[in-house]
């Protein structure tokens, strides 16, 4: 009779411990992933802010450039439109 009982608290503190460690896991891993899509904001805003400048910059170029050369920087700008999209999803 003892022996059972013994055997029923060692698998109860075996179990205990497993939750507390799988708890405190989770809490960690919660944690990371709210640091993880923090620093992903901030990383699409930068990247957009930049891809805004440049698109800026390319248009005021365009702007003091003759035509022959606007088909060229127009489709730079294409091309970099596109890799924005690339790079970050529209989630609609």
């Given at each position: ?80 439109q ?9 989630s609609?």
């Amino acid at each position: 009779m003892k022996t059972s009982t013994r055997k029923e608290r060692i698998v109860a503190r075996i179990t205990a411990g497993i939750f507390v460690v799988v708890v405190v896991a989770n809490v960690y891993l919660m944690g990371t992933n709210a640091t993880l899509k923090s620093r992903l904001n901030d990383e699409k805003l930068k990247n957009e802010l930049l891809l805004s400048e440049n698109l800026s910059l390319a248009k005021e170029m365009q702007e003091g450039v003759p035509e022959s050369e606007n088909k060229e920087l127009q489709e730079s700008t294409e091309t970099l439109q596109l890799e924005q999209d690339v790079l970050i999803p529209h989630s609609d």
